[in-house]
């Protein structure tokens, strides 16, 4: 079965930096970009960052650009969300996702459908 796990979450100071993990088994990772979304509660959820297949390719969203970036290492089927200077608005359940990259489909294509989701890490930011 695929699981994707993630950890890494806590309570933070705003300003300060919390890097997330999600490790995946069950899968071809390196078939897969890897990303991240988030929800605050009574909110929708919503797309944070992603990562290509390959590690090249890097995709985020508007409100997390040049403060978070998304990484992997497919020796170790794990993928990272480093997030710097970190907003009380940043607080959220943080959830790790996958989406097949077979067929030459581009990694923003995880933002509309994922295929996979593990089962989220709260972060809280203090103000």
């Known amino acids: 079965q695929v699981q994707l796990v993630e950890s890494g979450g806590g309570l933070v100071e705003a300003g300060g930096s919390l890097r997330l993990s999600c490790a995946a088994s069950?899968?071809?990772?390196?078939?897969?970009?890897m990303g991240w979304f988030r929800q605050a509660p009574g909110q929708e959820r919503e797309f944070v960052a992603a990562?290509?297949?390959?590690?090249?390719?890097?995709y985020y969203a508007d409100s997390v650009k040049g403060r978070f970036t998304s990484s992997r290492d497919n020796a170790q089927n794990t993928s990272d969300l480093q997030m710097n200077s970190l907003k009380p608005e940043d607080t959220a359940v943080y959830y790790c996702?996958?989406?097949?990259?077979?067929?030459?489909?581009?990694?923003?294509?995880?933002?509309?459908?994922?295929?996979?989701w593990g089962k989220g890490t709260l972060v809280t930011v203090s103000s």
């Open positions: 996702a996958a989406r097949s990259s077979r067929g030459g489909q581009k990694v923003e294509a995880l933002v509309k459908s994922p295929d996979y």
């Open positions: 069950g899968l071809t990772f390196s078939s897969y970009a």
């Open positions: 990562v290509s297949w390959s590690g090249v390719y890097t």
